[in-house]
T-cell receptor
Framework: DQQVKQNSPSLSVQEGRISILNCDYT??????FLWYKKYPAEGPTFLIS?????DKNEDGRFTVFLNKSAKHLSLHIVPSQPGDSAVYFC??????????FGAGTRLTVKP | GAVVSQHPSRVICKSGTSVKIECRSL??????MFWYRQFPKKSLMLMAT?????????EQGVEKDKFLINHASLTLSTLTVTSAHPEDSSFYIC?????????????FGPGTRLTVL
């Protein structure tokens, strides 16, 4: 039962341009959403999060948008840098309970 | 910030043997820890939730007799893969919940690469 879905397994972007990673969820009870970045052979590192009471959260080059009616969130990275190349996981939880992860999207930022 | 460590980072074992992986919260107490498994080109799959002083809660499809979890203290949880098979080869990641932080934020360990020959 995949409650969190990232339908794009990969994304390639030119350095300096915007990267947009998408995530959809099915459980309307989710109230907290997170994005994690993961390099090969390492654990995920927290990137940015958003509560369901907000529709946007910004932190430097990273912005997360939440559309509750569509059960959709997205991560915008602008400008994209080669060091952003990694796998990005979307995660969701309800009441601080166990996180459910999407399948991940591999972002490649080309110099 | 909150730091979670895992040991070992990489382990190779023979089929049929048991392997223990440790997860430690270094600078905070974690009443709840989680164990995840990452399959190639797939998502992080939650295996079980480990609560200090009580039995772990396993996700559907995860064999509790095969993946033994012990959360004996507020800073340590262990995952023991018993009678390991080649199909158990995977990347295992733990996370610890810091209840002091908003939304019970979880922090991940660096992961353990298990290879069963």
């Amino acid at each position: 039962d995949q409650q969190v879905k990232q339908n794009s397994p990969s994304l390639s972007v030119q350095e300096g341009r915007i990267s947009i990673l998408n995530c959809d969820y099915t459980n309307s009870m989710f109230d907290y959403f997170l994005w994690y970045k993961k390099y090969p052979a390492e654990g995920p590192t927290f990137l940015i999060s958003i509560s369901s009471i907000k529709d946007k959260n910004e932190d430097g080059r990273f912005t997360v948008f939440l559309n509750k009616s569509a059960k959709h969130l997205s991560l915008h990275i602008v400008p994209s840098q080669p060091g952003d190349s990694a796998v990005y996981f979307c995660a969701a939880s309800h009441g601080g309970d166990d996180m459910r992860f999407g399948a991940g999207t591999r972002l490649t930022v080309k110099p | 910030g909150a730091v979670v460590s895992q040991h070992p980072s990489r382990v190779i074992c023979k089929s049929g043997t048991s392997v223990k992986i440790e997860c430690r919260s270094l600078d905070f107490q974690a009443t709840t820890m989680f164990w995840y498994r990452q399959f190639p080109k797939k998502s992080l799959m939650l295996m079980a939730t480990s609560n200090e002083g009580s039995k772990a809660t396993y996700e559907q499809g995860v064999e509790k007799d095969k993946f033994l979890i012990n959360h004996a203290s507020l800073t340590l949880s262990t995952l023991t893969v018993t009678s390991a098979h080649p199909e158990d080869s995977s990347f295992y990641i733990c996370s610890a919940r810091d209840h002091r932080r908003p939304n019970n934020e979880q922090f991940f360990g660096p992961g353990t690469r298990l290879t069963v020959l």
